[in-house]
């Protein structure tokens, strides 16, 4: 059994994003997707609070609301130095890019944040980008998806902006190499499509998709997101 299924009792796991602007707007979102049935949620920076305060603000939430899992995004600190700066200090760390290179078989750069990992006494689960927003375009997905299974719990890709979809072939093909690896999915996912992705994604970390304000968190689409999750059945 994988990591990530010794964490998680369901087949998809529903993360919704919480983009922090206090500890108490980030309490009340994460209150929120507990009580509409998300199997956890994420933190992440984007400018209204650092990285430092950040992690504070996780120690926080967790502290009020036992039992919540909870992860992290630091959007301003490198792979390795997030895993510096938070050691076994939160459930899960999330980046944008995992530093995967299709191109070659030796993986130098993740091999160093397995090294920090290491380091640092890292038990948590680790979501890393492959074929993510805003990084490098992969040419080889199936390859990129292959390689980044020997270094992370949950290989982690997008569509091609915030809030917009990836393809369902993309996702397939990733899927497809992986096998058991889990695959999230982190751009465009809604109660509308998520139906396109449940045959081959694992997780879904969802913002826009189930938010009524940038910081907000809009309940009933959560509670949808959830709903349409747990009502499928493979054919």
């Not at 609301?65 to 938070?86: I, K, M, Q």
Request: charged share 25%; proline share 4%; glycine share 8%.
């Amino acid at each position: 059994m994988s990591r990530f299924r010794a964490v998680f009792a369901n087949r998809h796991v529903v993360l919704p994003v919480i983009h922090v602007s206090s500890t108490e707007q980030a309490l009340r979102n994460a209150q929120l997707a507990q009580q509409e049935g998300a199997d956890g949620v994420f933190l992440i920076s984007h400018g209204r609070v650092s990285d430092d305060q950040l992690v504070d603000i996780h120690q926080a939430v967790v502290a009020a609301l036992p039992g919540l899992w909870a992860g992290v995004n630091c959007l301003s600190l490198s792979t390795e130095e997030v895993f510096g700066r938070v050691g076994n200090r939160v459930a899960g760390v999330w980046v944008d890019d995992a530093m995967i290179d299709e191109r070659r078989q030796d993986q130098p750069a993740a091999e160093r944040v397995l090294t920090v990992q290491r380091e640092h006494g890292w038990q948590g689960l680790y979501f890393g980008g492959v074929a993510f927003k805003y990084q490098r375009s992969v040419k080889d997905l199936a390859e990129a998806a292959r390689l980044a299974a020997r270094y992370m719990d949950v290989v982690t890709s997008s569509g091609p902006g915030t809030g917009k979809a990836a393809t369902p072939d993309k996702i397939r093909t990733m899927k497809e190499a992986l096998g058991e690896t889990p695959l999230a999915i982190a751009s465009g996912v809604t109660p509308e499509n998520v139906t396109d992705y449940l045959a081959h994604a694992d997780c879904f970390l969802v913002a826009t998709g189930v938010s009524y304000t940038f910081e907000e968190l809009d309940p009933a689409r959560v509670r949808d997101l959830v709903r349409v999750v747990r009502a499928w059945q493979p054919r």
